[in-house]
């Protein structure tokens, strides 16, 4: 399991009552641990709590696994020969936006 990554662990569960009750102990659990505590109404599962820093870790984690995985999806689509070369893309842009062609460079120029 990557680092800062926590499983939730039976003495994560506690009864929504008992958060109530002991408010201000959960909260320093939360931060001393960094795991998420899962919150029961009549026995089922209800909420999960989780702190501040640890709750932003797991979006840029989030983040991080989205950009991964459509990375992965753009070089599987390459593998299968799909997709359009870079000039091809360059000209279909250009023309949608009414971009002018840029021009190519002679070597000459400055001259």
Known sequence: MPQNIHPIRPEDIHSL???QRKTRDHIERLQETGRPEVLTVNGKAALVVQDADAYQ???E???RMDTLLAVQEG????KRGEGISLEEFD???RAKHGIPSR???T???GR
């Open 17 to 19: 009552s008992d958060f």
């Open 57 to 59: 870790r797991m979006l």
């Open 61 to 63: 984690l989030a983040d």
């Open 75 to 78: 070089l599987d689509s390459m």
């Open 91 to 93: 000209r279909e842009m």
């Open 103 to 105: 021009r190519r460079a």
């Open 107 to 109: 070597g000459t120029e």
